[in-house]
């Protein structure tokens, strides 16, 4: 793939908003499978055919995709989390609605924000802290855990948000010399061959719908983060990344046309300010790099 070059942030942004217009796809098939087939299955089922699916875009960017990466462990760490993240997602949305399950997922920008410090290295003052808070505030709203509609499956989804946060850190802490496709690819693999061994013990054989649905959504993952990914061709992804929410609003549009479901006020307002803060966080990071900028250039 070409080196970045960030100088069209438009394309860039419009690259982003179109892969999280994708990616909710994704979820509601993952969700219309759930009522059938196993959640190990569906998960084994994405990775599989992300695989496939990504093998012509590394044909057509003309990577060595059968060449093992020089840091293997970091790859199949990557992969594990990632694989954690979809599993748990699943599990969740499995049985309660999208939009909840995926404002609870996106606390894993909250988390990194936490982590960084002790793993990264990296300092945050007062105002980013006060934000996270703020956030996990609106998890609280979303879980509702001292109501009536307190459902314990939603805690899978923050689960997932964790393994997602993990995923962010070692890509960021570890720069690796391979392309970000390929890195993709070397996720994807490692999702697959970790999940494979335990399929078996779980099979539901597929009709010919289901195995279009499994196709279907290992095509949108790959789909999906390709445009991502190309989206920080053209951006930097510290300016694309707030953009990121637009996938909780994709997928309440999705999930009333294919469930009839919308989100109550209480839901909507922790959603608000889920999206809020990991917002305020992403224009923060944004603004540091911007001071870095200069003297980066000095040296």
Avoid at 196 to 223: C, H, K, Q, R, Y
Wanted: aromatic letters at 14%; one cysteine or more; proline letters at 7%.
């Amino acid at each position: 793939m070409n080196q970045p070059n960030h100088d069209r942030p438009m394309l860039g942004i419009l690259l982003m908003i179109l892969g999280m217009m994708v990616i909710p796809l994704l979820d509601i098939f993952a969700k219309m499978l759930a009522a059938q087939y196993p959640v190990l299955q569906i998960t084994w089922g994405r990775f599989v055919f992300n695989v496939i699916w990504l093998i012509p875009f590394l044909i057509w960017q003309k990577e060595k995709w059968w060449v093992v990466p020089k840091h293997p462990w970091i790859q199949i760490f990557r992969g594990l989390c990632l694989l954690s993240s979809t599993f748990f997602f699943f599990l969740s949305i499995k049985t309660n609605p999208i939009p909840n399950a995926l404002a609870l997922l996106f606390v894993s920008p909250l988390i990194v924000t936490l982590l960084s410090p002790f793993i990264l290295g990296e300092k945050f003052g007062l105002k980013r802290l006060l934000a996270t808070l703020f956030g996990f505030v609106g998890v609280l709203i979303v879980l509702q855990p001292n109501s009536d509609q307190f459902q314990p499956s939603l805690l899978y989804a923050l689960i997932a948000g964790l393994s997602y946060a993990l995923y962010i850190v070692v890509t960021r802490k570890i720069s690796t010399s391979s392309s970000p496709l390929m890195t993709l690819f070397y996720t994807a693999v490692v999702g697959t061959v970790a999940i494979t061994p335990w399929v078996p013990m779980i099979w539901v054989p597929p009709d010919s719908e289901a195995i279009l649905l499994f196709a279907a959504i290992g095509l949108i993952a790959a789909t999906g983060h390709f445009l991502v990914i190309l989206s920080c061709r053209y951006a930097p992804a510290s300016l694309v990344s707030p953009f990121n929410y637009t996938e909780i609003i994709v997928a309440t549009m999705l999930s009333y046309l294919f469930f009839d479901y919308l989100p109550n006020a209480i839901v909507w307002l922790g959603i608000a300010i889920i999206c809020v803060s990991g917002i305020y966080i992403s224009l923060k990071e944004i603004k540091q790099q911007r001071r870095n900028k200069p003297a980066a250039l000095r040296r």
